[in-house]
C-alpha cells in the first residue's frame, strides 16, 4: 500500500498549495471586505457609458 | 470620463465573445449528443436487441462514451463557456491569450472527437472517468496547461484587485484537474493505443478512487459552484446572501474534498483505516456542501416573484436544490452501512443524475438561457418555450431518478436475502435482474423527456442567436490595476510584446512544473510501488500469456461496465461467490478491474465455476445459457483471430512494471499460448463445440477461467506454469 503514501503526499501538496494561497490572500487583505465584491459583480456592466443595454427576460 | 478617471489611468478594453460563443454552441451541440449516448444505453439495458451486435455499439462500449460525452464534452465546454464569460468580467481584462483560448476551444473539442472515435473502438483503459488512452491523455494535459496558463495570466493581469470567490472556484478547478489527471493516466504504453496502468491491484484502485471522486469533486463541482456564484445573483440582480459563507464554502471544501475517494472502495480489500478515513472526510463534506446551497438559495430571499416568472432563475434553483440533495445523499452512501446495501447497485447511478441532470445539467441550461440573449443583444426568443423546457426537464429527472432508487434498493435487498433455511432467497443472479427492468424502462421515459427538453432548448437558443445581432467584442473600461506609465497603447510598438513578455515566467513555470512532476513520478513510483507489489500470497502467479491476451478483450469489451471483480466479506456475497477478494490476488493487475456496477453477477470467484463449453455458448448467445439475460451478444469473438503478435511486447511492459515474466516466459510466450489454446479446444470438444483455436474466444475463456482460482489450491486447469523470475 506504498501508494497510499503517494496519494497523501500529492493530497497534502496541494493542500499546502492552498494553504499557501489561502495565506496570500488573507495578507492581500482579499478578504477584508465581505460586503462590496458581492455588490460589484451586479454593477459592473452597467457602467455609465452609452450602450445598449440587452432586455431582461421576462 | 471624469478627471478622476484619467487620474487613475482608465484603460479602454474588450471582452472576448466569440470563445464564449465557441464553448456554449458546443455545450449544447454535446448536451445532445452525450445524453442520447445514455438513452440509448438506458434501452440496451432493458432491450439487449438495442445493442445491435456489433462490437461498436455493446453498452460495455456505449456506457464510457456516455459519460465521457457527458462529464468532458457537455459540463467541460460548459465550464469553458461560463468561465471564460465570467473571468474576464470579475478580472476586468480580456483572456491572457486569444491564441490560448482557442487552442484550449480546438483542442478539447479534437479530444472530445478523438474519444468518441476510440471508446467505441474498444480502446480504453478501462478506468473510469479515465478511460481515454494514454495519446489522447497527453493532448488532455496539453489543452489543459493552455487553459491554466489563460486563467492565471488573465489573473495576472487583472483590474480588479479582489478576486471574487468564483475565481478561487476556477484557481482550485485548473490545478487540481492537472495534478489528479496526471496520477491517475500514468501508465505505460505497449502499442499505439494500448497502456499499462503503473499501479496494480489495490493500489491502482485507491489511485483511480481518489482520481474518481476528485474529478467529480473538482470537474463537476468547484467550476460549477464559481459558475452559480457568479450567474446566480446576475440573474437574479440580486448579491449573493453572505459572501463570507462563501469564501467559507470554498476553503472548507477545497480542503476536505481530496481526502474522500476511498469511499468508493468500502468494504473492498482496501485497508481499513483508509477506509475509515474516507467515510469520515465525507461525511465532513455535508457541512461545506449545504452552506453553499443554502447560500445559493438564500440569495434568492425576497426575489421568488423573479424565479416564478424566470425559466433562467427556476433553472438555477433546482440545480442549487440538487446539488444539496446530492451532497446530502453523497455522505450517506459514504457511511459502511449505507454503502454495504447501495453499492453495485443503481442507487449509485441515482446519486450521480442528480448530481448530472439537476446540478450540471440545469445549471448550463438556466446559464446559457441567460448567456446567450446578452451575446446576442436581444431577448430571449421564447420564455414560453424555456418553461416548457424546464417543467420537462424536471419530470424527466424525476422519472429518472426516482425508478432507479427503488430499482437500487430493491436489487441491494434482493441480493442479501435469506430465507428461513439459512439459504439464498434469490441464488439466481438472473432474478434480481429481472425484477428491476421495469424500473429500467421507466428511466428511460425519464431520459427521453431530459433530451426532448434539450431539443427544445437547441431551438430556443438558435432561434435567440437568428434573433439577436452578435457582439464579438465588448468594450469596457477600468482603471488599471499597477501604476502604469500612460502610454497609448496604439503608439507603442513594444507594447504588446511586452505584455507577452509579462506572461512568460507564469507559462514557463508552469510547464517547467508539469514537466518535472510527470517525469519524476513516471520514474519514481514505479520503482517504488513493484517493492510493495512483492506477493502476499505465494500462490498468486502472472497471468498466462493467453490469459492475458484474454484480459486486454474483457478490457476492449468493457465487460468491468456491468461486472465487478471483488467478492466483498458478506455472508450473502461469499455465498453466492464464493471466498471473499484477498488484496494479494490482484497484485499482477495492471489495470485493476473491480468495477463499480454489478448489472450482472461478480466474476472473480468465476474460474472454473463453469465448462468452457458454457462460456463458448453463453458469448455467443448469452440467452442460450441463462434465459432472459440481458447481455449483449458477443458472436464477433467467435469469428476474429485473435492478435498473438503483441503478446511480448506487452509481456515485456509489464515485466517493466513488476510483473515477474522471465525471459524464458516471454520467449516462449508463442509455444504456451499454443499450449492452452489447443487444451481448451479439447475441453470445447468435450461440451460439444468445434472451435478453432485462433480465436479471441479461446484466449478470453482462458481468463475468465483463471479468475480466482489461485488461491484456490489447485492452478488452473488449462494453465502452463511459468517458470518466473
Partial sequence: MAVVLILILASLALAGGFLLAFLWAVRAGQFEDARTPALRILTEDKAPRPRQTPARNG | ?725
Fill in chain 2, 1 to 725: 470620463m471624469t478627471a478622476r478617471d484619467r487620474n487613475m489611468n482608465v484603460e479602454t478594453f474588450r471582452y472576448d465573445n466569440r470563445i464564449v460563443r465557441a464553448f456554449a454552441i458546443a455545450t449544447a451541440f454535446w448536451g445532445l449528443v452525450g445524453t442520447l449516448a445514455g438513452l440509448l444505453a438506458a434501452c440496451q439495458l432493458f432491450w439487449p436487441g438495442l445493442n445491435l451486435d456489433t462490437p461498436f455499439t455493446t453498452f460495455g462500449r456505449i456506457r464510457p462514451l456516455h459519460t465521457n460525452a457527458v462529464i468532458f464534452a457537455f459540463v467541460g465546454n460548459g465550464m469553458f463557456a461560463g468561465i471564460y464569460y465570467s473571468l474576464q468580467r470579475l478580472c476586468k481584462a480580456r483572456m491572457f491569450s486569444d491564441a490560448l483560448s482557442w487552442i484550449n476551444f480546438w483542442g478539447w473539442q479534437a479530444i472530445i472527437v478523438a474519444a468518441a472515435i476510440t471508446l467505441p473502438l474498444g480502446l480504453t483503459t478501462s478506468k473510469e472517468y479515465a478511460e481515454l488512452e494514454w495519446p489522447i491523455d497527453l493532448a488532455i494535459a496539453g489543452v489543459w496547461v493552455a487553459f491554466t496558463v489563460n486563467l492565471l495570466g488573465t489573473l495576472l493581469r487583472r483590474r480588479e484587485k479582489h478576486m471574487y470567490v468564483a475565481i478561487w472556484f476556477y484557481i482550485a478547478t485548473a490545478i487540481t484537474v492537472a495534478v489528479l489527471h496526471i496520477f491517475n493516466s500514468l501508465a505505460l504504453p505497449a502499442g499505439a493505443f494500448k497502456s499499462y496502468s503503473i499501479y496494480a491491484g489495490v493500489q491502482d484502485a485507491l489511485v483511480q478512487w481518489w482520481y474518481g471522486h476528485n474529478a467529480v469533486a473538482f470537474f463537476l463541482t468547484t467550476p460549477y459552484l464559481g459558475l452559480m456564484y457568479y450567474f446566480l445573483p446576475k440573474a437574479a440582480d440580486r448579491p449573493v446572501f453572505s459572501y463570507r459563507l462563501s469564501i467559507i464554502h470554498f476553503w472548507a471544501l477545497i480542503f476536505i474534498y481530496i481526502w474522500a475517494g476511498p469511499h468508493h472502495l468500502l468494504y473492498t480489500a482496501l485497508p481499513d483505516w483508509v477506509q475509515s478515513l474516507g467515510m469520515v472526510f465525507s461525511v465532513m463534506l455535508v457541512a461545506p456542501s449545504w452552506g453553499g446551497m443554502l447560500n445559493g438559495l438564500l440569495t434568492l430571499r425576497g426575489a421568488w416573484d423573479k424565479v416564478r416568472q424566470d425559466p433562467v432563475l427556476k433553472f438555477m434553483v433546482v440545480a442549487v436544490t440538487a446539488y444539496g440533495m446530492a451532497t446530502l445523499e453523497g455522505p450517506t452512501l459514504a457511511v459502511k452501512s449505507v454503502n454495504a446495501l447501495s453499492h453495485y447497485t443503481d442507487w449509485t447511478i441515482a446519486h450521480v443524475h442528480t448530481g448530472a441532470l439537476g446540478w450540471n445539467g440545469f445549471l448550463t441550461f438556466g446559464m446559457l438561457y441567460w448567456l446567450l440573449p446578452r451575446l446576442y443583444q436581444t431577448r430571449l426568443w421564447s420564455t414560453k418555450l424555456a418553461n416548457y423546457h424546464f417543467w420537462i426537464g424536471l419530470l424527466g429527472m424525476m422519472f429518472y431518478v426516482v425508478p432507479i432508487y427503488v430499482s437500487g434498493v430493491t436489487q441491494g435487498l434482493m441480493w442479501k436475502q435469506f430465507n428461513a433455511d439459512g439459504f439464498l432467497q434469490y441464488g439466481n443472479f438472473l432474478e434480481t435482474t429481472l425484477r428491476i427492468i421495469p424500473m429500467h424502462m421507466l428511466r428511460a421515459v425519464g431520459g427521453t423527456l431530459y433530451v426532448v427538453g434539450i431539443v427544445l432548448m437547441c431551438v430556443n437558443l438558435y432561434k435567440t442567436a437568428r434573433s439577436g445581432q452578435f457582439v464579438p467584442d465588448t468594450e469596457a473600461q477600468a482603471p488599471a490595476l499597477r501604476t502604469q506609465p500612460t502610454r497609448p497603447e496604439k503608439k507603442v510598438p513594444g507594447w504588446h510584446g511586452h505584455r507577452w513578455l509579462e506572461g512568460v515566467p507564469v507559462t514557463f513555470t508552469v510547464l517547467v512544473t508539469l514537466a518535472i512532476l510527470v517525469g519524476g513520478l513516471v520514474e519514481i513510483i514505479p520503482m517504488y510501488l513493484i517493492k510493495s507489489n512483492v506477493p502476499t500470497i505465494a500462490a498468486v502467479k502472472p497471468y498466462t500469456p493467453l490469459e492475458l491476451l484474454g484480459r486486454d478483450i474483457y478490457i476492449r469489451e468493457g465487460c468491468v461496465a456491468c461486472h465487478s471483480q471483488m467478492v466483498r466479506p458478506f455472508r450473502s456475497e461469499t455465498e453466492r461467490y464464493g471466498e471473499y477478494s484477498k488484496v494479494g490476488e490482484f497484485v499482477y493487475d495492471h489495470p485493476f478491474l473491480w468495477g463499480s456496477k454489478r448489472t450482472g453477477p461478480d466474476l472473480h470467484r468465476g474460474g472454473g465455476k463453469y465448462p468452457d463449453a458454457w462460456h463458448y455458448n453463453h458469448m455467443e448467445n448469452p440467452v442460450s445459457t441463462s434465459p432472459g439475460s440481458i447481455m449483449p451478444r458477443y458472436p464477433w469473438l467467435l469469428t476474429r483471430k485473435l492478435d498473438t503478435n503483441v503478446v511480448q511486447v506487452r509481456m515485456k511492459t509489464l515485466r517493466r512494471l513488476g510483473v515477474p515474466y522471465s525471459d524464458q516466459d516471454i520467449a516462449q510466450a508463442h509455444q504456451q499460448m499454443a499450449a492452452q489454446q489447443t487444451r481448451i479446444v479439447q475441453n470445447l470438444k468435450v461440451g460439444m463445440v468445434e472451435a478453432e483455436p485462433d480465436r479471441e474466444i479461446i484466449a478470453l475463456i482462458a481468463y475468465l477461467q483463471r479468475l480466482g482460482t489461485d488461491i484456490k489450491g489447485s492452478p488452473a486447469s488449462t494453465a502452463p506454469q511459468l517458470t518466473g523470475p
